[in-house]
């Protein structure tokens, strides 16, 4: 199975600040990773699809890079919306797994 | 747009099969000819997100090893519905439940059902 470690495990940041987080894949997925965001008692949402791919309604302020092993998913201006935790997910093969996911806190 | 809703009883007995529907609802399983997948993805405090399994277009199943032995993904398209079966629960079975369209050419989940809490007692 392919492990998913995500860093920081949280990250405490204002309103307007550029928040960014990795997630770092066992081995290496080529550009196969999506990541997601959930609120407290949602479900996850989809924000990114191989690795840098916007879903439809996602605001232009997320943005996700990387290549391989090494992925990041940045946030250009935190707005109040977007405290959530934020989880990667590896699409390369089966069984397909998830990080521990990142949560961005109110400073 | 699609929206999945997951249904079926909240507590299960320890070594009983938990069996949950979800039914889909804004559009036909078999609207379109494009390659998605159905399954279902529970969450745990201790697990955190667990990909459980996917039946395709196709009818071709795939399921986590640490299950495959026990669970079982089906479609009926003719009600717009698919459903999980997993045996012989135990208290590690504890989880919210979701529900998931996949898409099988580019790996994500979206959209997903809102969640149900399954609780194994003994």
């Known amino acids: 199975d392919i492990q998913m470690t995500q860093s920081p495990s949280s990250v405490s940041a204002s309103v307007g600040d550029r928040v960014t987080m990795t997630c770092r894949a066992s081995?290496?997925?080529?550009?196969?990773l999506v990541w997601y965001q959930q609120k407290p008692g949602k479900a996850p949402k989809l924000l990114i699809y191989?690795?840098?791919s916007l879903q439809s309604g996602v605001p232009s302020r997320f943005s996700g890079s990387g290549s391989g092993t090494d992925f990041t998913l940045t946030i250009s201006s935190l707005q109040p919306e977007d405290f959530a935790t934020y989880y990667c997910?590896?699409?390369?093969?089966?069984?397909?797994?998830f990080g521990g996911g990142t949560k961005v806190e109110i400073k | 747009q699609l929206q999945l809703q997951e249904s079926g009883p909240g507590l299960v007995k320890s070594w009983e099969t938990l069996s949950l529907t979800c039914s889909v609802s804004?559009?036909?399983?078999?609207?379109?000819?494009?390659?998605?997948?159905w399954g279902w993805i529970r969450q745990s405090p201790g697990k955190g997100l667990e990909w459980i399994g996917i039946?395709?277009?196709?009818?071709?199943?795939y399921y986590n090893p640490s299950l495959k032995s026990r669970v079982t993904v089906s479609v009926d398209t003719s009600r717009n519905q698919f459903s999980l079966r997993l045996t012989s629960v135990t208290a590690a079975d504890t989880a919210v439940y979701h529900c998931?369209?996949?898409?099988?050419?580019?790996?994500?989940?979206?959209?997903w059902g809102q969640g149900t809490l399954v609780t194994v007692s003994s």
């Open positions: 998931v369209q996949y898409d099988m050419s580019s790996g994500w989940f979206d959209p």
């Open positions: 804004g559009g036909s399983m078999t609207s379109t000819t494009y390659s998605w997948g």
């Open positions: 039946m395709s277009y196709n009818g071709d199943t």
């Open positions: 081995q290496g997925l080529s550009n196969w």
């Open positions: 191989l690795t840098s």
């Open positions: 997910q590896q699409a390369k093969s089966f069984p397909l797994t």
